[in-house]
Every structure is written in structure tokens, then in C-alpha cells.
């Protein structure tokens, strides 16, 4: 699959499609006990801070009653912990743990050891292209995301 920025109008699939499958081979390499999916929740409570379980199930693009499922099993853990929304009493907000912490620290090392092995076998320049293509997907995520 050979794209050409600006003319490829399969650009965003073969992207999407791409980011998705890596992600996933990713996941097998750095195999820590639960699935991507919590990982991605805990990392993406640790960036934003405390967040409503409204604002995780709208930021991970999945249903409230899948976003409850998986901050109960992520609280059962012990990498979550709950506590109430000070600003509304009806809700709560939804932060890591000293555990869940540690347990992304080891999650994120395994991936650098398991997806590190793939990414050392690159040429120079490849990495270099792959280092600048996550800033700019971060940057993307960053102003489309919140």
C-alpha cells in the first residue's frame, strides 16, 4: 500500500485501517494482563485528569453502559477509584489510582519492549518518518479531542 499525501483520496482509510491494525499488534506484543481497551481508558484518564464517566464514554467514542462496564472492572482492580463531582453532586468523577498509575508505567514499558523490537529493525529515515507521523496524529488528536 503506496500513498501519495494530498492525492490518495484512500488516505483516512488505509490511516485509520493502519493505526488500528498496529495498535492491535501492539497489544499482542505487550501482553499485561487486560485488554488495550482499559489501557487506553486508564492513560486517558491520567492525561485529562479526572473525567465523568460522560466524558470518557464521549472521549473513547463508546456507549455510557460500555464506559460503566469498564470503569467498574477497572475499579474492582483497583485501578480506578470513583469519588464525587464537587462541582455536581449527581455525578462523579472518575481518576487513577496509585495502582493504576504503576500499572500503565509497567504496561507502557512493556510496549516499548515489545514494539521497540519491531521498530529497531527500521532504517534511520523510517523512524525519523514515523516519530514526525505521531506528532502530527497527536496534534490532530490533541485539537479535535480536547
Known amino acids: 500500500m503506496t500513498t501519495t499525501p494530498g492525492t490518495d483520496s484512500d488516505l483516512p482509510q488505509h490511516l485509520a485501517l493502519a493505526c ?3 495498535s492491535r499488534l501492539a497489544a499482542r506484543r505487550s501482553d499485561v494482563g487486560v485488554g488495550a481497551v482499559s489501557w487506553r481508558v486508564v492513560a486517558t484518564i491520567e492525561r485529562h485528569g479526572p473525567l465523568r464517566l460522560s466524558e470518557i464514554a464521549d472521549r473513547e467514542r463508546v456507549s455510557r453502559p ?3 462496564t469498564v470503569i467498574q472492572r477497572l475499579e474492582e482492580e483497583g485501578l480506578l477509584q470513583r469519588a464525587p463531582d464537587p462541582t455536581d453532586s449527581r455525578s462523579s468523577l472518575v481518576s487513577t489510582t496509585e495502582r493504576g498509575n504503576d500499572q500503565l508505567a509497567a504496561w507502557r514499558t512493556q510496549l516499548a519492549v515489545g514494539v521497540g523490537g519491531l521498530l529497531e529493525q527500521l532504517p534511520a529515515a523510517d523512524l525519523a518518518t514515523l516519530e ?15
Do not use: C, K, N
Not at 132 to 146: C, K, N, P, Q
Open 20 to 22: 488500528s491494525q498496529f
Open 66 to 68: 460500555t464506559a460503566t
Open 132 to 146: 514526525a507521523a505521531t506528532e502530527i496524529l497527536t496534534r490532530l488528536v490533541d485539537a479535535h479531542d480536547g
